[in-house]
């Protein structure tokens, strides 16, 4: 069965520091993953995605992923946070039948201190 | 978030009321859906449809029902709703073209309460 697994529900980092934000997943197949950030009171607004090719993968507002496929992994990174990258973030995988379909997980919230 | 708009963007309904709500694309994708978002849960996906065709029911009670007239508008019907209902629901938007890589573009929600 397909799952994605997130699993911090929280993280927090200093701004200007490093920030990453872990993700795994499991599918038969081929994956494909997506990272989405959740503002308060918003939707979801997508970040990147991993189709195939290069292993990292560069995406809105300076964020980037980095697909692992030994260690089934796709996790979020940002060189230097900023207090606005404060939020929601989830991470997704697609499946099968022609269309797509996500499987979300849990989300993390990411806190972004001064 | 303007590419998908959905309306309204809360609703306080009782349980014995009837209510819709609207989505609507300008990204002029092939494929839409409505997602649950409850509190501590992760999103569930509730219903697809490809091409004006409904293609994914995910289980969802027929207390729930959806409509699309075109590829461009999605709505949600609901009546005799409960409490537990009450949730952020989302619309979204892809191309419907590329399959598993599409990219799904979301609205910003309607939070609905049920009282």
């Known amino acids: 069965a397909q799952s994605v697994a997130q699993p911090e529900d929280q993280v927090n980092v200093a701004e200007g520091n490093p920030l990453t934000v872990k993700c795994t997943y499991s599918?038969?197949?081929?994956?494909?993953l997506f990272w989405y950030v959740q503002y308060p009171n918003r939707g979801l607004q997508f970040l990147l995605k991993?189709?195939?090719?290069?292993?990292l993968v560069k995406g809105s507002y300076g964020f980037e992923a980095e697909f692992n496929k030994s260690q089934t992994s796709f996790h979020l990174k940002k060189p230097s946070a900023l207090v606005s990258d404060s939020a929601l973030y989830f991470c997704a995988v697609s499946f099968g039948g022609g269309y797509n379909k996500l499987i979300f997980g849990a989300g993390t919230r990411l806190a972004v201190h001064p | 978030e303007t590419g998908v708009t959905q309306t309204p963007r809360h609703l306080v309904m009782g349980m014995t009321n009837k209510k819709s709500l609207k989505c609507e694309q300008h990204l002029g994708h092939n494929a839409m859906y409505w997602y649950k978002q409850s509190a501590k849960k992760p999103l569930e996906l509730m219903f697809v449809?490809?091409?004006?065709?409904?293609?994914e029911n995910n289980s969802v009670p027929s207390r729930f029902s959806p409509e699309c007239p075109n590829s461009s508008h999605l709505f949600l019907h609901l009546h005799t709703l409960q409490p537990e209902d009450s949730a952020l629901y989302l619309c979204a938007s892809s191309q419907g073209l590329a399959g598993e890589s599409d990219t799904q573009y979301f609205g910003p929600g309607t939070r609905l309460t049920v009282l």
């Open positions: 599918v038969s197949g081929n994956p494909y």
């Open positions: 449809y490809n091409f004006k065709e409904q293609t």
């Open positions: 991993y189709i195939t090719g290069d292993n």
